[in-house]
């Protein structure tokens, strides 16, 4: 396993982090804890020692799972990753969208990040988690009706008070990134990149870059699309936040699945699988640090974690640019 420095700071992550939010269950169509756990431990074993969760995961199961998962394992040899400002039990902030839970009960889901908010949510986070810290806290969605400075300040305390080590961000664009960062020190930015979703590479890569920042990329294989274990006419479970995307309409499913297929032949050169080689493929990109991946179960999670293990050469690097150039989807 390969280890990375986020940002300017002194926290390093397993490059292959473990994405929590299918464990949690919401919006995957449920999950089963102890398989979860599993998934976890094995991913340990393999080197994977840095964790990607949140509450809004499950309203608290995803934090549970990593929690018991954790057990046993000496604190400073994982890395917890959680965030905070995604509120179903509250209605505060800026209404986000209506969602049910695991159980099919109705939720009204808020993006709020008010000082007292995070505050709170940190502490049940840490109950849950079961650890007296967590070493990058990240706002999961920025708040418009709060003031950035606002936030950060809650993110400044939390670090004084020795609950969190470092403040991060997700899904903030380049401007709110640079604002969030006047107030405290936002060593990370969580952003969704793969293949087929590369728009940061327009201004916020070249940002962190300069700024020495870090990216965490989420859904590196495309929520599932990029595995090339779906097919045209895929049933999706219910309550699969996927069923009503156009990515993953037939066509864009068939057009997807002739461009893995052309890299069928280099995967297998590498003993490798077209996941594993996705995976790799976005670690190698400029500005990218760590690529955070679900596993349901445990050999998917030790198969995530070899993808760590592949080395691409220049030419193969730019073979499979060539290759995604030629790729259109339908929007």
């Keep these: ?173 380049l401007e709110q990134f640079i604002e969030a960062n006047k107030y405290t020190n936002v060593v990370s930015n969580q952003l969704p990149y793969s293949m087929i979703k590369r728009e940061i590479e327009n201004d916020l890569v070249p940002y962190c870059i300069e700024a020495n920042k870090s990216i965490l990329a989420y859904s590196p294989l495309g929520r599932g699309i990029l595995t090339g274990k779906l097919k045209a006419g895929h049933q999706f479970a219910e309550g699969d936040h996927r069923a009503g995307m156009s990515s993953y309409s037939n066509e864009n499913i068939v057009r997807i699945n002739e461009f893995l297929a052309k890299l069928q032949l280099l995967a297998d050169a590498k003993n490798a699988t077209i996941s594993q080689l996705v995976i790799r493929w976005t670690l190698d990109q400029s500005g990218i640090t760590i690529a955070l991946v679900g596993a349901r179960n445990a050999s998917q999670a030790i198969q995530n974690a070899g993808a760590a293990d592949i080395c691409l050469t220049v030419e193969e690097l730019i073979f499979i640019s060539t290759e995604l150039s030629k790729l259109k989807l339908v929007e």
């Design 1 to 173: 396993m390969e280890y990375r420095k986020i940002g300017n700071s002194e926290l390093e992550l397993s490059v292959v982090t473990f994405g929590a939010w299918a464990a949690g269950g919401w919006m995957w169509g449920g999950t089963e804890h102890s398989e979860s756990v599993n998934a976890i431990r094995a991913a340990y074993d393999c080197g994977v020692t840095s964790i990607d969760t949140a509450p809004v995961y499950g309203m608290g199961t995803s934090e549970k799972i990593v929690g018991d998962a954790i057990v046993g394992i000496p604190r400073d040899k994982v890395q917890i990753l959680t965030k905070c400002g995604l509120r179903w039990n509250v209605k505060k902030g800026s209404f986000y969208f209506n969602s049910f839970d695991n159980d099919g009960k109705a939720l009204e889901i808020y993006k709020y990040s008010g000082k007292e908010g995070i505050i709170k949510e940190c502490e049940d986070s840490l109950r849950l988690l079961k650890t007296d810290y967590i070493d990058l806290y990240q706002v999961h969605w920025p708040d418009t009706t709060t003031a950035f400075e606002e936030t950060m300040e809650a993110f400044e305390k939390l670090i004084q008070r020795g609950k969190i080590r470092y403040a991060g961000v997700s899904n903030y664009n």
